[in-house]
């Protein structure tokens, strides 16, 4: 089995910052794409942002220039480090990863169990 465990999240002043953190475990044999997703009650999971195996990004519009994804393949590990921090991020954030769990196999998306995000003053 396959775990996404985040830490990182919490309560921040607007204008502050956060680091968020996804590691992945158990039985894998390589990750593809990692990323960070949000969702606020009753609205559809959106992208923040998606990093390749090979460090190429991609961001939300909304968090460019403030947010930044990075990746330690070595530790199978996602980080989004947010700066500038606005009310209207806050939201429960989650990690995903496509996995493969052995060689020339499929790819598998995997969530986190999410971490609350609140910016507020």
């Known amino acids: 089995q396959v775990q996404l465990v985040e830490s990182g999240g919490g309560l921040v002043q607007p204008g502050g910052s956060l680091r968020l953190s996804c590691a992945a475990s158990g039985s894998l044999f390589s990750i593809a794409a990692m990323g960070w997703y949000r969702q606020a009650p009753g609205k559809q999971r959106e992208l923040v942002a998606s990093?390749?195996?090979?460090?190429?990004?991609k961001y939300a519009d909304s968090v460019k220039a403030r947010f930044t994804i990075s990746r330690d393949n070595a530790k199978n590990t996602v980080f989004l480090q947010m700066n500038s921090l606005k009310p209207e991020d806050t939201d429960v954030y989650y990690c995903?990863?496509?996995?493969?769990?052995?060689?020339?196999?499929?790819?598998?998306?995997?969530w986190g169990q999410g971490t609350q995000v609140t910016v507020s003053s």
């Open positions: 995903n990863a496509e996995i493969l769990r052995r060689m020339a196999g499929p790819k598998f998306n995997y």
């Open positions: 990093i390749t195996v090979g460090g190429s990004t």
